[in-house]
């Protein structure tokens, strides 16, 4: 599906709410968040700790349901069919398996998703070799840096080619040298594909360095969504 001016609408959010527990105790993490994200879009989500960032995240890539109000992906298909493939989720740690190295690491998600070890390995190389990762190959988790990590989670989600790159505080546990590092392979590999790029950030460096911006307080966009010229407002 597409917006007014043609471009291709990845991820819709209409009236979505998510709460967590029930009754009076029930936590309000989310409500009446509308809003869509358009291909080639790069958005900052900002805000406060609390204010649900990683929440609307989580749902945006299909890893959580919303309580009430719809998540679609227009031109990506059903939830079921989202990862491996059209969209790509970058935690907040690298999450690296420590027994596998460096390519295999990057392959998994691949082979899990019923590639062949051949194309796997072929892709995950591309991915590495993108992000000026090709000597690492061979290591283990445990002989990188943080920001090497961090890097390596970023080619594993590359390789699978997504159209929409979800970044959930990628830079949060890095200093500042490797978090620029980090972010400028973000830009450039969804610039390169051709995708979407969203990531949360308390950094307001980072924010700066996108296009757009969700700002979110206590669960709702304090301020509707800038996004670029021809495109739909929330």
Request: aromatic letters at 2%; proline letters at 7%.
């Amino acid at each position: 599906m597409n917006a007014s001016d043609g471009t291709q609408v990845l991820v819709r959010c209409d009236g979505v709410a998510r709460a967590f527990g029930s009754g009076l105790g029930a936590v309000i993490a989310l409500h009446d968040i509308t809003g869509e994200i358009l291909a080639g879009q790069q958005v900052a989500f900002t805000g406060p700790s609390g204010s649900g960032k990683s929440t609307l995240l989580h749902l945006l890539a299909g890893l959580d349901e919303p309580t009430a109000g719809t998540v679609s992906w227009p031109a990506l298909g059903d939830r079921d069919g989202l990862r491996p493939g059209p969209v790509g989720v970058v935690l907040q740690g690298p999450s690296l398996l420590p027994p596998l190295d460096v390519l295999e690491n990057v392959a998994l998600p691949l082979l899990l998703g019923g590639a062949s070890e051949a194309d796997a390995t072929a892709a995950a190389t591309v991915a590495l070799d993108r992000l000026h990762l090709g000597a690492l190959a061979a290591k283990l988790p445990e002989e990188l840096s943080g920001g090497q990590a961090q890097r390596v989670a970023v080619a594993r989600v590359l390789a699978g080619r997504p159209r929409l790159i979800l970044a959930d505080e990628p830079t949060g546990q890095l200093d500042h040298a490797a978090a620029a590092v980090v972010v400028d392979a973000l830009i450039r590999s969804a610039t390169d594909l051709g995708a979407a790029l969203v990531l949360t950030t308390h950094d307001p460096v980072v924010a700066a360095r996108l296009t757009s911006r969700w700002v979110l307080a206590d669960g709702s966009l304090a301020t509707s969504p800038d996004p670029p010229e021809g495109t739909l407002t929330c």
